[in-house]
């Protein structure tokens, strides 16, 4: 109801009060006689009954997530350790926009803005996918792309490949369309996943060995100790993170515990070593607002290169603020949350414990941008009797909120395991930043570019994500025919 008031007020400052319905800014719901205006009664009722009407719907859509439908489906083998419950589905946007920058040259003592162009006669995109893990799965592999080159639209094939030096697959497009110079590219990618809360049985789990060997699909995450972020790997600060596991377990063997054991312990003291400070953005937003408003300041909007940024929403951003492992060790001060989940990853590799970062997407539009992503570390354990590996989740960000540490970590803890608000998280991706050989702009940016020449580093680079619910349709409800 404050809503609708607030709309029909908004909506009754705006019209004219009397006179003919000519005012753009007031278009009356009916057809009237010249010179009338409607009643503000009837107006109001009529609004307030379609804002109820709206969300009814969107309610509907929100819980419309039929445990019983097909995507719906856990693909977990049962087992007495972990399960699946509450599974919601999921359509992800993800926007990667790329244009050129400016520099400023001084013509005679004027001060002239000039766009860098590029030759692009030949260029590679790659974008994270993701698949299957410990709290999603994926109903089906359809990627939907759209590639726009300056304002023209191509709809590329892409193929999914996976790349060896990072274990995951991506999603990758190439181009050689281009012969003349360009000025902005923007990919966009839809992609579909379910996620689900969990039920972790820690006490049961504590009891299953550690293994002889690990399953290749797990295998892959003990190496590198330390995932590179954009610089490469400080050989002090790996040095340091094994000083500070040899501290910790007082120069025992790791392995003289019980796995599930040990990894609650090493993420309580990465817990109390790691200084985050709430201050401490994850992003980078004031460099794409500083971006956009150089450009916007001298440049004018281009009709055919989305509005010359004006466009552009303030709640994107240009990367993450990130640091890798190696660097935490030497310097846990100052800290983001993306930092410990880092940390905690290479400290967990370090000891044996194959060990991923998931970065999710929460879904709650209301948050600052900051609440709005999350790095979910997932360690693997092993069940050698049903061959089954188990892809644990620790959510950092919501146990440091609990005061957990080493202090209580002989305590059961939510979000450790079971967490039963994953199904309103969305996983979008396994590293910051791609392989090596690919290119991000300022910050790591989960994609990765590859250009023919190179386009040099004047680049504004502007991130999106956006998430929904995946709609239901009437086939969803129809019987299925037998054969």
């Known amino acids: ?17 009397n006179g003919p319905e000519t005012d753009v800014n007031c278009a009356r719901i009916v057809l009237q006689p010249e010179g ?8 109001s009722r009529f609004l307030i009954v379609l804002i109820a009407l709206w969300s009814f719907t969107s309610v509907q859509q929100a819980s419309a997530q039929s445990s019983s439908h097909p995507d719906s489906v856990s693909p977990l083998k049962p087992n007495p350790y972990f399960r699946h419950a509450d599974p919601w589905r999921w359509d992800i946007r993800s926007q990667i926009t790329l244009q050129a920058g400016l520099y400023f040259r001084n013509n005679s003592g004027y001060r002239e803005d000039v766009t860098a162009w590029w030759d692009l006669p030949d260029f590679e995109f790659i974008y994270p996918v993701v698949r299957q893990g410990g709290f999603y799965w994926s109903p089906n592999e359809d990627v939907q792309s759209t590639l726009w080159i300056d304002h023209i639209k191509f709809k590329p094939e892409p193929e999914v490949l996976q790349t060896p030096d990072s274990h995951v697959k991506y999603v990758w497009w190439r181009s050689n369309q281009r012969d003349r110079q360009t000025r ?24 299953i060995p550690w293994p002889q ?9 003990l190496t590198p100790i330390v995932d590179r972020v954009v610089e490469p790997v400080n050989p002090e600060g790996q040095d340091q993170l094994a000083r500070l596991i040899d501290q910790w377990t007082q120069g025992n063997d790791p392995k003289s515990i019980s796995q599930v054991t040990l990894v609650k312990y090493l993420t309580a003291q990465v817990l109390d070593y790691v200084r985050v400070e709430r201050g401490q953005s994850q992003f980078s937003p004031t460099i794409i607002n500083g971006n956009v408003r150089s450009l916007l300041d001298g440049f004018p909007p281009d009709p055919f290169s989305f509005g010359g940024f004006s466009s552009i929403s303030r709640s994107s951003w240009s990367g993450f603020n990130v640091r890798s492992a190696d660097q935490v060790a030497l310097d846990p001060s100052g800290s983001s949350i993306l930092d410990m989940s880092m940390m905690l990853t290479s400290v967990l590799r370090q000891v044996g414990v194959p060990a991923r970062i998931v970065v999710c997407f929460i879904n709650d539009p209301k948050a600052l941008l900051d609440e709005r992503i ?21 959510d950092l960000d919501r146990l440091r909120d609990n005061g957990r ?4 970590y002989k305590q059961r803890w939510d979000y450790f395991g079971t967490h039963d608000q994953l199904h309103n998280i969305i996983p979008i991706a396994y590293y910051f930043h791609p392989p090596v050989n690919y290119k991000a702009y300022g910050y790591p940016g989960l994609y990765g570019l590859k250009t023919t020449p190179d386009i040099g580093n004047g680049v504004t680079q502007i991130i999106s994500i956006d998430v929904m619910n995946t709609p239901q349709t009437i086939d969803d409800y129809k019987p299925k025919r037998k054969p």
């Not at 009338?36 to 009837?42: E, F, G, H, S």
């Not at 902005?184 to 049961?204: G, N, P």
Request: charge should be negative; include cysteine.
């Open 213 to 221: 060997s690990w399953p290749e699909n797990a295998g892959l995450f």
């Open 184 to 207: 902005s590219l923007r990919l966009s990618q839809v992609s579909h996943i379910v996620s689900a809360d969990t039920v972790f049985d820690e006490k049961l789990a504590s009891e």
């Open 1 to 17: 109801m404050y809503v609708a008031q607030l709309i029909i007020d908004q909506w009754a400052n705006t019209c004219p009060k």
């Open 405 to 408: 540490g080493t202090n209580v």
């Open 36 to 43: 009338t205006t409607m009643p503000r009664t009837i107006i």
């Open 374 to 394: 999350v790095a979910i570390v997932e360690f693997a354990l092993y069940d050698k009797e049903r061959d089954q590996v188990l892809w644990i989740p620790i």
